[in-house]
Every structure is written in C-alpha cells, then in structure tokens.
C-alpha cells in the first residue's frame, strides 16, 4: 500500500486558481471524493492574499465536505516571526475561528503548529495544544517547519507530564529534499508519529517547467502570489543545473519530471502506509492527473537510478533543508 492522500487547500480562495468561489470549490471537492481522497489539509492563513478563505470555502461546502477528514493549524501572521502565536489565549483565538469557518462543531482532525512560537515557552504551547484536545477542538496535534532537536525536546515534554504527543509531523519532501530521511524520521519512527509531506513537486519546480523556462502559469510563474517566494526557495543554480538533466535524462525513458516525483513519493521514497502525502492543485485536471500517475504504480530500476543520482548531485548543498 502507498501513504495516504490528503488534498491541500491552500489554493482555496485564491484568484489565479480555479477555486475562487464555493461552487468551483464544491466541484473541486466532488472530485476529491470521487478520487478516493478521504482528508483535507487547510490552515486560516490560506490562501495568502485572502486569510481565512480556504476555511471558509470548506465550511460553505458543508454538504459536501462534511464526512471528509480536515486537519488545519494554528495561525500564524508571515509578517512576524510567530512570537505568541502558540501562546494559550492565541491559539484559542485561531482554533474557535477556524471551526466556525470549516463548520465543524465537533473539532477537526490534527491541529498542527504553522511554525515555531520563540517567545511562548515549549512546555506552555505543548499544554496548550493538549488543552485543545481535551475541548475536543481537535483529536490529536501535530507540528511543521520544527527542527528535530526542537521535536525531541517536545516528545521529552509530554513524557515528563503523561501528555498526548504530537501524532504527525509535516514537512517538506522530494526528490530533491530529502534530508528528513536521516534528521528527522528516526524520531518520528521512535514515538509513533507519522511524517505528512507537503509540497511533493517542489511547488511545481520538480515539474521540468521552470528550468526549461516554461513556467508561465505556474506556481512558479512571476504573476502568482507565491511565484517569486518559490523561485526563491529553488534558486540554487546548481540545483537548476541538476533538476535539467534529471529532466533531460527521464524523457528518454518515456517519462516525464512530474511522473517520477509522484511515482516516486508515492512508492519508493521512505513513507509508509501510515504517512500521507499532501497534494495540491489550482485546476481539478491536475489532481486527477496526479492521482492518475500515482495509480501507475512502481518505477522501473533504471529510472530509479536517475533519481538517486540526482539526489547524490545536490545532497550535499540540501542536506539541511527539512
């Protein structure tokens, strides 16, 4: 069996996409069923330019997205650094807000952290969460973008205090982020938690488009609101260098990029059933088209050698990326 799928909304609301308003947005969730994809993930900072939105266009798709599973997260404003975001008062702010958006009187899923809290003390955002689950807010808590020394200091934490620990970590992975496999999977696997990753195309980068120079209505593309952020993040020439050839070399075995990274993630990479992979999409066709290669099953050896060749070209410059 593959990971689990998850769709993520954090295009919901968002102009450039196909799901501005809630009718687009209760196809794209007919979709999401009909594909057999049972959980969303969402936060109310999505979509970036319209906060809250994605959370609201769930809870507008009631009927619906009703008996699909929704993990979302504590909300953190980008312009700060998150100092007080996980503090009691804070989160219980985000969490009432988001229920009454997504309409989810009973709670929801996972609640994760967005991102680090400096200023709030650990032991005081991990009872804070644990105080959410007790409201029955949320079944469980999770966390993203936390170092692994941060995480073991947590897990450390609700030993100490016969607390619930974080059930899932999520994070960024593919194929040419790949660091987590040695840092922060030995934890997880230790204490029971699962890894939920998120963008498995690399926003897109992993696509073959934007080191071709045809990234022009993508994620990537310099009129999407996240587009320059991306670019930014995959700015590397070196790793442009190496994305190129990988592209270059899995073509002349009938394959594309983005074939090989969701093939890959999907069944090669270090995920188990247990895990789950966030997929995203700004038109239905791409997810159906993502579930469609997924479907295809295992890749053949000589292409799995180009994907370790290409992480061995530019692990050493990734290896502390998580």
């Known amino acids: 069996m593959s990971p689990q799928l998850i769709y993520g909304t954090a295009t919901f609301g968002m102009d450039v996409t196909g799901f501005a308003d809630a009718e687009a947005a209760k196809s794209m969730l007919k979709t999401v069923r009909s594909l057999g994809i049972k959980r969303l993930d969402t936060a109310p900072r999505y979509p970036p330019l319209s906060t809250g939105r994605a959370e609201e266009l769930i809870g507008e798709s009631v009927d619906i997205s009703g008996d699909l599973t929704v993990d979302t997260k504590v909300y953190t404003d980008t312009r700060t650094d998150g100092s007080g975001d996980l503090a009691r008062d804070a989160m219980q702010k985000s969490v009432c807000g988001s229920l009454e958006r997504l309409k989810r009187s009973q709670g929801v899923n996972i609640l994760y952290a967005h991102r680090a809290d400096p200023a709030t003390p650990l032991e005081e955002q991990v009872r804070n969460f644990n105080e959410q689950i007790a409201q029955g807010h949320c079944e469980a808590w999770g966390v993203s973008n936390t170092p692994p020394a941060v995480l073991e200091k947590i897990v450390q934490i609700c030993e100490e205090n016969g607390w619930q620990k974080p059930s899932a970590y999520q994070g960024d992975y593919n194929l040419v982020t790949r660091a987590m496999e040695a840092k922060l999977l030995p934890i997880l696997r230790a204490h029971g938690m699962s890894f939920v990753a998120f963008r498995a195309l690399g926003a897109g980068f992993l696509t073959g488009k934007f080191v071709n120079n045809q990234h022009e209505g993508t994620r990537l593309s310099d009129d999407n609101p996240l587009g320059k952020a991306m670019q930014r993040v995959f700015s590397d020439e070196e790793l442009r ?44 066709t791409q997810l159906q088209e993502t579930v469609s290669l997924i479907q295809k099953g295992p890749l053949d050896p000589p292409v799995l050698a180009l994907v370790d060749e290409l992480w061995a070209s530019v692990q050493q410059s990734r290896e502390n990326v998580l």
Do not use: Q
């Not at 069944?267 to 239905?284: C, F, N, P, T, V």
């Open 241 to 284: 260098r190496a994305v190129k050839e990988f592209d270059t070399e899995v073509k002349k075995h009938g394959l594309s990029s983005l074939e090989v990274a969701v093939r890959w993630v999907a069944h090669h990479s270090a995920l188990r059933d247990a895990d789950a992979i966030i997929l995203g999409a700004s038109k239905e």
